[in-house]
């Protein structure tokens, strides 16, 4: 499962080389997955969903003063000083992306989950209470946790993935159905 964070929050769920996109286009939308009851409006106007809980808006509007924070440099910039409500707001958003990781876990049993995006820049303020909450949660439940990495491609992660994908299906071997009988008779004859 990849998990990109931004303005907006989404998910590429990957079995075997194929992504899944179900029959409308939607599977992925895991940024309207509602993970607090009666929690902040979202963008698409129910309340509580991830990512009006973890997305860049959200970390902006929780940072507790009456300015809200202008970008990812301000907010970075106010962790690096020690701000406790940015900190506050960053640890919030970082918690709820835990919660989210526990769900896409149980619903789907990744091996993997990689996540990109802006937000993950903000380091180990956002990212270490999203793993001890994915960790604490699969431990009660006494699951596994998926191996849990950040995208090396930064902000690029979504057009250096989609142009890899063009790649490998351009790339890769087709075999038809004759041509893997043939396959295995010759392999068959050289043993």
């Known amino acids: 499962i990849y998990v990109s964070i931004n303005q907006g929050l989404g998910a590429g769920v990957i079995v075997g080389d194929r992504l899944q996109t179900r029959s409308r286009g939607y599977a992925g939308e895991v940024g309207h997955m509602v993970l607090q009851f009666n929690g902040p409006r979202c963008s698409c106007g129910r309340r509580g969903c991830a990512e009006a809980l973890i997305a860049t808006r959200a970390i902006q509007r929780g940072n507790g003063s009456s300015a809200r924070l202008g970008s990812l440099e301000e907010v970075r910039a106010h962790l690096t000083k020690q701000d406790p409500e940015t900190l506050k707001a960053v640890t919030s958003a970082g918690h ?3 919660m989210l990781l526990v ?3 149980a619903a789907y049993d990744p091996g993997s989950i990689v996540l990109g995006g802006s937000v ?3 380091g180990d303020s956002f990212l270490r209470p999203a793993l001890a909450a994915l960790e604490a949660n699969a ?3 006494g699951s596994s946790v998926p191996s849990v990495r950040t995208c090396r491609f930064g902000a690029n992660a979504v057009a250096i993935g989609a142009a890899a994908l063009v790649r490998h299906r351009l790339t ?4 038809s159905t004759q041509n893997i009988g043939t396959a295995v008779s010759s392999v068959q004859e050289v043993h």
């Open 96 to 98: 709820h992306l835990g």
């Open 103 to 105: 769900n896409l876990a």
């Open 120 to 122: 993950i820049e903000l």
């Open 139 to 141: 431990a009660a439940g």
């Open 172 to 175: 890769r071997p087709t075999l």
